[in-house]
């Protein structure tokens, strides 16, 4: 029995690879245990009846124990299928009718065999998902259960779930973070892969938000809980893999029916051959390779597949829309801010006045703009990078107006705001034709030095993204904002929209949305805050940049992590996919069962060969549902 134990342990650590619960380590262990002691029982009685062919009570008694072993867990759930009617259990119905006809006409040997072969092929099954699993997994294995506290200066390791809000925890370099919180102290990098799908390390410094499930990589930071731990982003995210995993769409339905007329069809055919053929074996190996597999995997291994190629790419899917309406979409509309658009102002255009440099007018303007945290003030500090500007001065800003700096010496003046307050002021300007955006004006001295916009800029992706999809025959784009018509234009012009509704409030929206849905399939973009109306009105909504926002993976049904926006044709591309494979697994599963079963009636299979021929059908489906994994 120990060299039995030490094989199943050895076995364990070559099949889990670190990728198994403990409850399926245990479950996985005592089945190549009994296997094994049904195997050896099996050999010894075959070695006996050899050496005493006219003592067949004992063989006899060793194919019993090894029948029991391995015949009794498929019995259990034969009967538990039956009363329950889960059709999950169809497999073990059919194997229980077979192996208990086998021993009861005397075939005690392929009585242990069968399920013996059939519980080492599925174990094999259950780990020829290429992977796809695996990447759900190992996300779910990412959660951090401890902490370091800071606790009155002093550190102290406690379980991540006694974390309160306002506590702080210090997090030191190759760290998992335990909670979602704000950096108050110490600047890092942060690899964010696990939940945006992004390979490149984020900044965060004093005052940035950092998220659990993510990893400190290379600087000591300490961490203001923001959210305890059963409300972090990281538990909605795998909260939602947990449900998405059993989602159920059209296709698995159709097999669910399919099933309910399967068994009854299987014990037809085979009690018919029996009769006709008087051959007892040709029934039970009907039985045998009918067991429907292949047919349990049609639509659930393809969606573990496009489960794990989503998850690569930070891609949330919540229900079955994926699958059903995702494939027939022909338009989108997108918000503008924050989906279209990077979401921060940028300094786009720069007017200075005569005898003015570029550089002159920056530099005075950084002066007083470096003492702010506006958004116009951290733009401009952002495009003002490598050009010298006083930080001594004295800052006073006025809200919806502007700011100004003094010198300590009160000789030198800048102002930096609206022309309408550079005007009180008392200075006598003329205002710029041909600006858009957000206008601030620059005066030093009494002395006008130019004006500088400021827009919101589109995403590097956007135009790309929605040329992919048109090519996926998407054929109409449309911008749905409350922002300005001008501002809305030029972004529009960017990417290449083609229909633009501006200055709208959120139920304008939901109105426009819902008069575009009566023609045709809408998919919503939005930032799933200030659009919930929208992506939970449209056939299917897609949240952007999710990480962080509840209400964006609850108003959506599919969330990104990131906010690239070339992972909306990439989703669409997916589903097709998805979609095109699971009606390919159908035709296989069902093709491969009924030449078996053909094949096993005229007798050129057996019950022995149908043991592990009938798995053939399982194998090409998850063979094709692999190539799912290599979507791009």
């Known amino acids: 029995m120990e060299n039995l134990d030490n094989i199943a342990k050895s076995s364990l650590e070559a099949l889990s690879k ?132 800071l606790d009155d200066g002093e550190e102290k390791t406690v379980d991540a779930k006694t974390l309160r809000i306002g ?59 923001k959210k305890e731990y059963v409300d972090t982003s990281f538990s909605n995210i795998l909260a939602l893999l947990e449900k998405s995993e059993s989602i159920s769409i059209p296709e698995s339905r159709i097999i669910d029916r399919f099933m309910k007329y399967y068994i009854p069809l299987i014990l037809a055919i085979s009690a018919a051959v029996a009769l006709v053929t008087s051959d007892i074996s040709k029934a039970i190996a009907i039985l045998v390779v009918s067991c429907p597999c292949g047919q349990m995997l049609v639509s659930s291994a393809p969606m573990i597949a496009a489960l794990s190629a ?56 950084a002066s007083v703009a470096c003492a702010s945290t506006h958004p116009i003030s951290r733009a401009l500090v952002s495009a003002a990078e490598g050009i010298e500007y006083k930080k001594d001065l004295s800052v006073k800003e006025l809200s919806g107006k502007g700011m100004m700096g003094s010198s300590a010496d009160g000789k030198h003046t800048i102002l930096f705001g609206n022309l309408d307050w550079l005007r009180s002021s008392g200075l006598d300007i003329e205002e710029y034709e041909g600006l858009s955006g957000s206008v601030s004006y620059v005066a030093a001295d009494g002395r006008l030095l130019g004006a500088l916009c400021f827009n919101d800029t589109a995403r590097a992706e956007a135009k790309e993204g929605i040329e992919s999809l048109r090519e996926l025959g998407i054929d109409k784009a449309v911008m749905l904002t409350g922002d300005r018509k001008e501002a809305a234009e030029r972004i529009c012009e960017q990417v290449g929209i083609d229909t633009l509704e501006a200055q709208l409030l959120p139920e304008d929206k939901l109105a426009s949305l819902k008069s575009l849905k009566e023609e045709r399939s809408v998919l919503a973009v939005g930032d799933g805050i200030n659009d919930a109306l929208a992506l939970k009105e449209a056939h299917v909504g897609i949240a952007m940049g999710a990480m962080g926002s509840d209400l964006a993976i609850q108003s959506a049904d599919i969330a990104l992590m990131n906010n690239n926006l070339l992972n909306i044709p990439f989703a669409i591309k997916l589903a097709r996919k998805t979609k095109s494979i699971i009606y390919q697994n159908l035709v296989l599963s069902i093709g491969i069962s009924a030449l078996m079963i053909g094949l096993s009636a005229f007798g050129v299979i057996s019950a022995l060969a149908g043991s592990i021929l009938h798995n053939f059908g399982a194998f090409a489906v998850l063979i094709n549902s692999s190539r799912i994994l290599k979507t791009e």
């Open 167 to 225: 506590q702080r925890i210090v997090v030191k370099p190759g760290a998992g973070i335990a909670i979602d919180g704000i950096v108050v102290e110490g600047e890092t990098n942060i690899d964010q892969k696990s939940l945006t799908g992004e390979p490149q390390p984020a900044h965060a410094t004093v005052g940035d938000s950092v998220y659990a499930g993510t990893v400190n990589i290379d600087g000591r930071i300490v961490v203001e809980v």
């Open 310 to 365: 989503a998850t690569k790419r930070g891609i949330l899917i919540k229900n079955s829309k994926f699958i059903e309406e995702l494939t027939d979409i022909d338009t989108v509309v997108f918000d503008k801010t924050g989906t279209l658009t990077v979401g921060d102002l940028s300094l786009t255009e720069i007017r200075t006045a005569d005898g003015v440099s570029r550089e002159e007018l920056l530099s005075a303007a």
């Open 18 to 149: 670190n990728n198994l619960t403990e409850v399926a380590k245990k479950k996985l262990r005592r089945e190549i245990v009994c296997g094994a002691i049904a195997l050896a029982c099996l050999a010894v009685g075959i070695v006996y009846s050899l050496i005493f062919p006219t003592k067949a009570t004992i063989s006899a008694l060793l194919y019993t124990i090894a029948f029991l072993i391995e015949g009794i867990p498929v019995l259990c759930a034969a009967v538990k299928g039956i009363f329950s009617k889960n059709l999950s259990n169809a497999m073990e119905m059919l194997v229980a009718i077979a192996i208990l006809a086998c021993y009861f006409s005397g075939d005690l040997i392929l009585a242990a065999l069968i399920p013996l072969i059939l519980n080492i092929a599925h174990l094999l099954e259950e780990r020829s998902i290429m992977g796809g699993r695996d990447v759900i997994d190992g996300l779910r294995r990412m959660q951090q259960s401890s902490a370091i506290l």
